[in-house]
């Protein structure tokens, strides 16, 4: 069965320390791996896409990495305004709906 | 950079009213889904449309009905509604099935 796993469920961070947020997949065939950061009461907002083992990608303190079985987003040096909860979702090749984990609340304390 | 706009905002109705959610998406997009999301939960996709036309199915209950129109807008209609359809309904747009963008959500409570 497909699906899609993160953890940890929550991390506290200080300022400046820091960490990676897991997201473990089983697909079929991986079409896409998309991360997402949602505030609360907001929408998703969109980060990255990884399309194959090995890629990387960055954006200011976060970089996300993919490898066949899971994803990595490392976040460096975070700062209180990284607090959030971040979203995976993988696409597979056959069916287009994103298969979503359940998130990984970050908590960065000043 | 235009977003997805979603309307209206917030919405309350008593139970078994009817409500309807409005998404406009972003220009060029040809695809729009609807999610739902409870508290603390992932989103739960619904229905999706790709040039007007309804593309997948997800977990939308046979109450619920939407459609994408020629400006591309889509509309969520919900009936007979229930406490359990309190929730954050959000829409996204994509070109194709390409990285989704999501409008700010529509909080509807039931009392």
């Known amino acids: 069965e497909d699906q899609v796993t993160q953890s940890p469920e929550a991390l506290r961070l200080q300022e400046g320390e820091s960490s990676s947020l897991n997201c473990s997949y089983t697909?079929?065939?991986?079409?896409?791996l998309f991360w997402y950061r949602q505030d609360p009461g907001k929408g998703p907002e969109f980060l990255f896409t990884?399309?194959?083992?090995?890629e990387e990608k960055e954006k200011e303190r976060l970089k996300a990495t993919l490898t066949k079985k899971e994803s990595f987003l490392h976040i460096t040096a975070p700062k209180p305004e990284d607090s959030a909860t971040y979203l995976c979702a993988v696409q597979e090749k056959s069916n287009y709906q994103l298969i979503w984990g359940a998130g990984t609340k970050l908590i960065i304390k000043p | 950079a235009a977003g997805v706009i979603q309307s209206p905002r917030h919405l309350i109705k008593e139970k078994r009213e009817t409500a309807t959610l409005k998404c406009y998406p972003i220009p060029r997009h040809d695809t729009v889904y609807w999610y739902q999301q409870g508290p603390g939960q992932d989103p739960q996709f619904l229905i999706s449309f790709y040039e007007k036309m309804q593309s997948d199915k997800g977990s939308i209950p046979d109450r619920f009905s939407a459609q994408q129109f020629s400006d591309y807008h889509s509309e969520l209609n919900m009936s007979s509604l229930e406490l359990g359809d309190s929730a954050l309904y959000f829409c996204?747009?994509?070109?194709?099935?390409?990285?989704?963008?999501f409008g700010p959500g529509t909080r509807l409570t039931v009392l």
């Open positions: 996204a747009s994509s070109q194709l099935y390409n990285e989704q963008f």
């Open positions: 990884l399309y194959s083992a090995g």
């Open positions: 697909v079929s065939g991986l079409r896409g």
